[in-house]
């Protein structure tokens, strides 16, 4: 089956209802059939549910929608974001181990890798996505890690991942781990380059409306193994009702990513040709400093589009207030659109010297392209810009 059959299809085995839809499991354990079966399951000779904060029906179905999508062996599904983001570097590595990152990463993960790893003995170099000749230079004799995110939140630098696993062949022993969640296993595959985990926010384009927080690393089999080993003893497990929910979501996610996309790369051009911005940064733009290598590795540009108004800071709280149609949060890969400024929330944790570093200027605005009709959101956008002034 082709992908978008597979994330219909894919469902967890039907009970004796002979049900359509799959059932929630809202159950916190499982019964064994006798206790030869639940001594067999534990030592893991054979395959089985034991209790939910290991694995259910629900998280395995999504598990596998996901897997079956990015082309994985396997996955882990997670509370949120940045739980699998977390579990993605504390499930497999130590004290003495370091990470080489590309600098242009979510905030929080820049947190992660700056104040609260080193703190066991975990330490990090930044790395430009602008400059990845500088990536060589960086890994050290104790470099376990090379982590990235292509699109980068939010100033839509791309890392080429035919080159980076190219790299990873000079250093077969370094895990290469992906943040995947702005292109979306739809738009882009990181694993059939050579990427060995990739990490997603299920918060964001799988579910698509805003409802529930998720997150999901796939990749090789043998390194999900030792990060279930982190997670069954951490305990930041999905639930099952938002894994059901997010299971449901994306079989629609095809579907939505094209809309996303369509009209994400509208507002871009439409961004473009104001005189009230600076600069626009849409990874299928041609302008975009990086457009040949978006071509050729993403399906298509994605819903996120990054914009410098002209006035700094001021302006760009002017232009926000000024939005009408379009809601101001943080929150990205809703089905409506979304506006925020990077500078003040998302990344202000992070100095104006490392914002500048990666691409957040004071007048920065991110906007997460949502399904309205398209001459809706334009609209809304324009004059915004033209109030603000």
């Known amino acids: ?28 354990s499982f019964i064994f059939d006798d206790a030869e079966q639940g001594r067999a399951i534990f030592a893991d000779e054979i395959q089985g549910n034991i209790y939910s904060r290991y694995s259910n029906p629900n998280t395995t179905e999504f598990i596998e929608k996901v897997c079956a999508l990015e082309g994985a062996e396997a996955g882990l599904a997670f509370s949120s974001g940045m739980a699998a983001v977390f579990a993605s570097f504390a499930g497999l590595l130590k004290s003495g181990d370091h990470v080489v990152a590309f600098r242009s990463i979510f905030g929080s993960t ?41 699109p980068s939140n939010p100033g839509l630098e791309l890392v080429d991942l035919e080159w980076l696993c190219k790299i990873k062949e000079k250093y077969p022993n370094i895990i290469i781990n992906v943040d995947n969640c702005f292109a979306t296993p739809y738009l882009q595959k990181p694993i059939a380059y050579g990427v060995d985990i990739v990490s997603h926010s299920a918060t964001k384009y799988m579910d698509g409306q805003g409802r529930v927080l998720g997150g999901i ?9 030792e990060m279930m080993f982190f997670i069954r003893h951490t305990g930041p497990a999905m639930s099952a009702f938002n894994a059901w929910l997010l299971s449901k979501s994306l079989e629609t996610l095809p579907v939505r990513m094209d809309r996303h996309c369509s009209n994400a790369l509208k507002v871009a051009e439409a961004l473009e040709a104001s005189a009230e ?15 040949d290598l978006a071509k050729r590795q993403m399906k298509q540009g ?5 914009f410098v108004i002209k006035g700094g800071f001021e302006r760009a709280k002017r232009f926000l207030d000024a939005l009408e149609m379009v809601l101001i949060s943080s ?7 979304i506006a925020t400024h990077p500078a003040s929330t998302t990344h202000s944790k992070l100095s104006e010297e490392e914002r500048k570093q990666i691409g957040i200027f004071p007048g920065s605005i991110r906007i997460s392209v949502g399904l309205e009709n398209i001459d809706d ?9 033209e109030v603000s002034r």
Do not use: C
């Open 302 to 306: 994605g819903g996120i589009v990054t």
């Open 277 to 291: 911005v600076e600069v626009v940064r849409y990874p299928h733009l041609p302008s975009h400093p990086q457009y």
């Open 377 to 385: 959101i334009v609209e809304d956008i324009s004059k915004a810009l």
């Open 1 to 28: 089956m082709k992908e978008e059959s597979k994330l219909i299809r894919t469902q967890a085995a039907r009970s004796q209802n002979r049900e359509h839809s799959v059932p929630l499991y809202l159950t916190s």
């Open 217 to 225: 690393v796939a990749g090789k089999a043998d390194l999900i193994k």
């Open 110 to 150: 820049h947190q992660l890798l700056t104040t609260l790893f080193p703190r066991w003995g975990i330490t990090s170099t930044y790395v430009d996505a602008a400059n990845p000749e500088g990536l060589e230079a960086a890994i050290q004799e104790n470099t376990k890690m090379i982590f990235l995110e292509t």
């Open 331 to 337: 929150n990205l890969g809703d089905s409506r659109t």
